[in-house]
């Protein structure tokens, strides 16, 4: 017998663990499988102090208009990510540098692009995700009357032939 075949028996030998010893590793691994990313989300360890409530109020208003950048569909305000916490900071430690809301908004699209607004100026490069859809809505209308008209013809076409016919 040669060696690979010896080894083979050797494995055959080994014993195989069941069904139940499958599901029981299964069910062991599942809540490592099923847990959010412990490197994406975490929890902020100290809350923000505010000064009074206007500053709470200013900040909650600029949060809600800026983007995570990592979350990419969460508002700063709603994200758990890491760096939503420290750009949260951020926001407040420029707001404590008496900078208006349209400068942090300016030093946070300077550091990470325009995608950290939720609602981008219109300019030339975003006239089409402005008028986007309201474009492909008149397209898709015009496309409709166009398909109805031209069945409506074709049927009234058959029925005027059918009456000849009679």
């Given at each position: 017998?040669?060696?690979?075949?010896?080894?083979?028996?050797?494995?055959?030998?080994?014993?195989?663990?069941?069904?139940?010893?499958?599901?029981?590793?299964?069910?062991?691994?599942?809540?490592?499988?099923?847990?959010?990313?412990?490197?994406?989300?975490?929890?902020?360890?100290?809350?923000?102090?505010?000064?009074?409530?206007?500053?709470?109020?200013?900040?909650?208003?600029?949060?809600?208009?800026?983007?995570?950048?990592?979350?990419?569909?969460?508002?700063?305000?709603?994200?758990?990510?890491?760096?939503?916490?420290?750009?949260?900071?951020?926001?407040?430690?420029?707001?404590?540098?008496?900078r208006s809301d349209a400068e942090v908004k300016q030093f946070l699209v300077e550091r990470y692009g325009e995608f950290v607004l939720y609602r981008p100026p219109m300019q030339a490069g975003t006239w089409l995700l402005w008028f986007g859809p309201a474009l492909l809505v008149l397209i898709g209308g015009f496309a409709l009357h166009r398909i109805v008209r031209a069945r409506s013809a074709r049927a009234r076409a058959s029925l005027h032939d059918e009456e000849q016919e009679w």
């Open positions: 017998m040669n060696a690979a075949a010896a080894k083979l028996q050797r494995l055959q030998r080994l014993p195989r663990p069941g069904l139940a010893a499958l599901l029981l590793m299964l069910i062991l691994a599942l809540p490592a499988l099923l847990a959010p990313d412990s490197r994406a989300q975490a929890f902020d360890p100290a809350p923000l102090q505010f000064n009074d409530s206007a500053e709470e109020a200013r900040f909650h208003r600029l949060a809600a208009e800026l983007r995570c950048v990592m979350c990419q569909n969460q508002s700063l305000a709603d994200s758990n990510a890491q760096i939503a916490h420290d750009l949260r900071r951020e926001v407040l430690h420029l707001m404590r540098q008496d």
